[in-house]
């Protein structure tokens, strides 16, 4: 019963990932999304668009990282990628969040989460590479479906944004392929400016 009520404990802690409002909007809307909401999709591309890694993968640690991937932030909070006043690896920082929140879990479940989380964050496994290909893809879709959304809100460069995404190659070539002409054109559209 103990382990039983220590996993709901986890269950209602999770809860507040619906309240940690991210930067980018929804595709073609003014609403921010919230961090539950973009580990859902990044959860649903990732079993969709699995067949285009460039390696074998174990899809079920893929979605169990997108998943995980962002809890830490119900205490570090979500830090805008393009922020340059505030590292976006403030790992320090989200390690004792991990620690706390999947602390709440009994201790073996809590050993996994924390593991996958790390080796989310490390990206150095070929789950992890394709689970960060998704992170930087979703955003790039939206910002593409937003004429310009955070780019033209925060005024992003071309080259800041190229710098960021080309983390997608390391999973998948032809995503990036994809990635890459969708930035092309969003500069040729007016809606990325590049540094002159």
């Known amino acids: 019963m103990d382990k039983l009520l220590r996993q709901i404990s986890f269950i209602k802690e999770i809860d507040k990932l619906k309240y940690i409002q991210r930067k980018t909007k929804l595709f073609n809307s003014d609403r921010h999304e919230n961090d539950a909401e973009h580990s859902w999709h990044l959860a649903m591309m990732a079993i969709v668009l699995a067949e285009h890694s460039d390696k074998p993968i174990d899809i079920l640690k893929v979605v169990k990282m997108v998943l995980i991937h962002d809890i830490v932030e119900i205490d570090a909070g979500d830090t805008f990628i393009y922020d340059t006043t505030k590292s976006h690896s403030n790992t320090e920082e989200e390690l004792l969040a991990a620690k706390r929140i999947f602390g709440l879990l009994p201790a073996e479940q809590a050993e996994e989460f924390i593991a996958i989380w790390e080796e989310f964050e490390e990206g150095n496994t070929d789950e992890a590479k394709f689970a960060k290909s998704m992170d930087r893809l979703e955003p790039l879709l939206q910002n593409t479906s937003n004429n310009g959304g955070t ?25 990036w392929n994809y990635a890459e002409n969708l930035l092309n054109e969003s500069v040729e559209k007016g809606i990325l400016a590049k540094e002159s």
């Open 151 to 175: 780019w033209a809100e925060f005024n992003v460069s071309y080259e800041k944004v190229y710098e960021k995404k080309k983390a997608i190659k390391n999973g998948s070539m032809s995503i």
